[in-house]
């Protein structure tokens, strides 16, 4: 996932959050502990971001979190494993960002969310902004088939779950929904794509009741009920626009061959 670093809003990370009036009992006691920790939590980001080696550790501090507790839920080797696939996913939007001269941050990791990375340029012609946003979905596919690859070599049922996993996250990724990944590549072809996108998500929340789900919905929608558009971005051209729908189906197409045949080999 890519977020845009919105520069109206640096200038006020280093204010001092207002606390209000404490309440009277427990819960204002309580209120007052959580709001304290919330202000020094925000000036620790800060700092962080603010040294070149805060932003690595912030990184690095976040990816071994986010390890730890997916350790939890399936053991240390997937939750390595996984979170690698996750890097990697982000190193892609990174490296496109890069190629195409866009500053990019550093990645950082969310648990049972996945992963951003900031684009600190925030705008962006509508080809350069898919090609950023393909990056990802692309360099993760190349990461998860070469896990099946060597998988399939060792006879390895970790590896194979590994890439049945990451085939599946990068599908998800290119759902034609802001802000995922798909959203942003949808957008250079087709300005109805987020339709499709709300439905699949809709029933995806049905289906699963996810909660995350219902977040990249709330977080869809000022983008798709915007009114007039985006009159200051260009309209591509039409030879460019096929180019990105095949290359957007094509991904999709293959991504799904990949879930298919990893969950073949997984079950023999």
Same mark, same amino acid.
């Given at each position: 996932?890519?977020?845009?670093?919105?520069?109206?809003?640096?200038?006020?990370?280093?204010?001092?959050?207002?606390? $209000?009036?404490?309440? %009277? !009992?427990?819960?204002?006691?309580?209120?007052?502990?959580?709001?304290?920790?919330? !202000?020094? =939590?925000?000036?620790? =980001?800060?700092?962080?971001?603010?040294?070149? #080696? !805060?932003?690595?550790?912030?990184?690095?501090?976040?990816?071994?979190?986010?390890?730890?507790?997916?350790?939890?839920?399936?053991?240390?080797?997937?939750?390595?494993?996984?979170?690698?696939?996750?890097?990697?996913?982000?190193?892609?939007? !990174?490296?496109?960002?890069? %190629?195409?001269?866009?500053? #990019?941050?550093?990645?950082?990791?969310?648990?049972?969310?996945?992963?951003?990375?900031?684009?600190?340029?925030?705008?962006?012609?509508?080809?350069?902004?898919?090609?950023?946003?393909?990056?990802?979905?692309?360099?993760?596919?190349?990461?998860?088939?070469? #896990?099946?690859?060597?998988?399939?070599?060792?006879?390895?049922?970790?590896?194979?779950?590994?890439?049945?996993?990451?085939?599946?996250?990068?599908?998800?990724?290119?759902?034609?929904?802001? $802000?995922?990944?798909?959203?942003?590549?949808?957008?250079?072809?087709?300005?109805?794509?987020?339709?499709?996108?709300?439905?699949?998500?809709?029933?995806?929340?049905?289906?699963?009741?996810?909660?995350?789900?219902?977040?990249?919905?709330?977080?869809?929608? $000022?983008?798709?009920?915007?009114?007039?558009?985006?009159?200051?971005?260009?309209?591509?051209?039409?030879?460019?626009?096929?180019?990105?729908?095949?290359?957007?189906?094509?991904?999709?197409?293959?991504?799904?061959?990949?879930?298919?045949?990893?969950?073949?080999?997984?079950?023999?």
């Amino acid at each position: 996932m890519i977020s845009e670093q919105r520069p109206e809003l640096e200038s006020n990370r280093d204010q001092i959050p207002r606390v $209000p009036e404490p309440k %009277k !009992g427990v819960l204002g006691i309580v209120s007052g502990i959580l709001l304290l920790a919330l !202000g020094k =939590l925000k000036g620790l =980001l800060f700092l962080l971001k603010a040294v070149p #080696a !805060g932003k690595m550790l912030l990184t690095a501090g976040s990816m071994f979190a986010m390890i730890a507790l997916e350790a939890t839920r399936s053991g240390l080797p997937f939750a390595a494993g996984f979170v690698v696939l996750i890097l990697i996913h982000e190193l892609g939007h !990174g490296y496109a960002m890069r %190629k195409h001269g866009v500053s #990019a941050g550093w990645p950082i990791f969310i648990p049972f969310f996945g992963a951003m990375i900031a684009m600190k340029q925030r705008h962006v012609d509508r080809n350069t902004e898919a090609e950023i946003a393909f990056g990802g979905p692309y360099v993760g596919t190349l990461a998860s088939l070469g #896990a099946a690859a060597l998988g399939m070599y060792l006879q390895s049922r970790l590896l194979m779950s590994l890439a049945y996993t990451g085939f599946f996250l990068n599908l998800f990724n290119l759902t034609p929904l802001s $802000p995922l990944d798909g959203g942003r590549v949808a957008q250079a072809f087709s300005k109805k794509a987020w339709i499709v996108g709300l439905v699949v998500m809709a029933a995806l929340l049905l289906a699963t009741g996810t909660p995350q789900l219902l977040l990249v919905i709330v977080l869809a929608l $000022p983008r798709v009920f915007r009114k007039g558009g985006e009159p200051d971005r260009e309209e591509l051209s039409e030879h460019v626009r096929q180019s990105w729908a095949i290359r957007y189906f094509g991904l999709c197409g293959f991504l799904a061959l990949g879930i298919y045949f990893s969950g073949v080999l997984l079950h023999r």
